[in-house]
């Protein structure tokens, strides 16, 4: 693949839902905001056997980013009416920087 054809291939970004809160008058103005889903570059995982969690620092990068394309039909979080309790409770929490 020669360089005039990478530039002109369309990158691969993943569309994520969001949630626009606005007055619905039709403009984005003070006030309303827009929400969505952004993964941390860094991950976090319970180990099951030992019930304590575990940070891993993604060695590459400190930043995630993320694309705004303004259309009227993206995807929009849908809600959900919440059942049930809640099943787990995490109590403990020291704040570990990893810097």
């Not at 060695?59 to 980013?65: A, C, K, R, S, V």
Request: charged share 20%; hydrophobic share 30%.
């Amino acid at each position: 693949m020669g360089p005039d054809e990478t530039l002109l291939r369309a990158p691969i970004v993943a569309e994520n839902p969001t949630l626009l809160l606005t007055d619905n008058n039709g403009q984005f103005d003070q006030g309303d905001y827009l929400l969505f889903y952004g993964q941390n570059p860094d991950n976090w995982q319970l180990n099951a056997a030992t019930k304590q969690f575990y940070h891993t620092k993604n060695l590459y990068t400190n930043f995630t980013i993320t694309f705004d394309h303004r259309c009227r039909n993206r995807k929009r979080v849908q809600t959900e009416t919440a059942t049930g309790s809640p099943n787990k409770l995490s109590i403990i929490f020291d704040d570990l920087n990893t810097e």
